[in-house]
């Protein structure tokens, strides 16, 4: 039963369950909380498209929301530190008034 693993997965990672990940796909109408597009990453094995990423602070352990991967990715791999993603938003703006 793939909801029943799915549930499972959630409550063991997470402290969430399906029900939860449902009410929050549709609050986000089934977009990323930080980029606004629906996932489109497809899993090189199954042929499927990802679901969204369930989100949560790495310090407290509080869910956020649901990103895509890429967003999730790049937010974990800049260790969600507010100031160096700050940092990156700086530096990409300086470029963006250098080519306007």
Do not use: M
């Not at 409550?11 to 606004?36: M, P, S, T």
């Amino acid at each position: 039963n793939p909801r029943a693993f799915q549930n499972i997965d959630l409550k063991r990672h997470y402290g969430v369950d399906v029900d939860w990940y449902e009410r929050q796909f549709e609050k986000q109408k089934g977009l990323c909380g930080v980029c606004g597009n629906s996932e489109t990453t497809v899993h090189p094995r199954t042929g499927k498209v990802y679901r969204l990423a369930v989100d949560h602070c790495y310090d407290t352990k509080e869910v956020r929301g649901l990103l895509c991967i890429n967003c999730n990715n790049g937010l974990g791999r800049l260790k969600h530190d507010i100031p160096t993603l700050q940092a990156a938003i700086a530096y990409l703006q300086q470029f963006e008034k250098e080519s306007a």
